[in-house]
């Protein structure tokens, strides 16, 4: 079964080819370069740049898969959450190929493909995960824990409160005046730094606690960089970097492993963005471990946003003929905002 996945909710417009679930094609044409002197992504660019991009990003991962679009068996296409002039480029584009080839049209969930990512590829030494599991989704615009029962079964337990942990990098980032998006330099840079550093303060650590809040981690590093002349660089700059980054990580890996704990399963999965941090990947897995913990991470190609996410979760509701959320034909439509559970 070939099916193509479109992917356009944010700033990376993405297509991609799965035969039978194996990953053929993964092509995505980055905004980075159009949002960088923003500091941040601007939607009605986003939505521009997608329009330029869409048709080329499809025939790419096409071509790279050797697949004529007549050979295909389904069309599957992020329909939400997401902006909304941003997802509605890769809807139409979805839904023209749909009604050209007459193929079923199917409107995935973002959080959902991030979330099973990892079902579909796994980055060593993880193994695949197994049902349950407990799911942390990370990245510029999401921080939750799902439990995950089964494909389309999922228990909402934790969210952040107010910023999503790719926010607040990135937003540290655009303080200590590095490039954007600021949680990749300070993945990078924090890789010479000392975390011990400096501590910044870890929110909301009650036991039973299962939400995030980074907001005041960013205001404690406004409050730290006020008290000094000069932005910090060299050892300063990465030591700081370090002692964010371990104030993020700390949090992320205690409530995800807190939450596994709950209840009670042994597989846990990471993805979106932020879990494409090396420090965060590696204190998952040796914190996880202590408890006989199963971390499955996706290979970094699936862990930012990309479309093979979204063709393999499309794949796996076919193979059950289970309709996904969302399942539609021509009336399909931007969800902005959608609860995943
Ligand atoms: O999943 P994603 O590509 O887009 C959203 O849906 O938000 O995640 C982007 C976020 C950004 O905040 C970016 O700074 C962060 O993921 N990110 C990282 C790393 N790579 C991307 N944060 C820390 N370390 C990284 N290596
Ligand atoms: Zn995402």
Redo the contacts with the bound molecule.
Sequence with gaps: MLVLGIES????CAASVVRDGAILTNCIATQVPVHARYGGVVPELASRAHILDVVPVIEAALQQAEVEASQLDAIAVTQGPGLVGSLLVGIEAAKALAYCYDLPLLGMH?IEA?LMAATHAVAAPSEPPSFPFVGLVV????TSLFLAHDLGQYTALGHTLDD?A??A??KV?KMLGLGY????H??KLSRDGDPKAFRFPRALPQKDSLDFSFSGLKTSVLHHLQKEATLPSGQALADLCAAV?EAVVDVLVKKTLRAARKHRVRHVVIS???S???R?RAHMRERAALDGINVAIPPLPL???NAAMVAGLAHAYLVRQAPPKGFAAFDLSARASWPLA
Aim: hydrophobic share 25%.
């Design positions: 909710s944010c700033d990376e973002h991030h990245s510029g615009g999401h999503a790719g926010e990098l990135d980032g998006p600021g949680g990749i300070i993945d980054l979106g963005g932020v494409a941090n090396q965060l862990c930012t946003d």
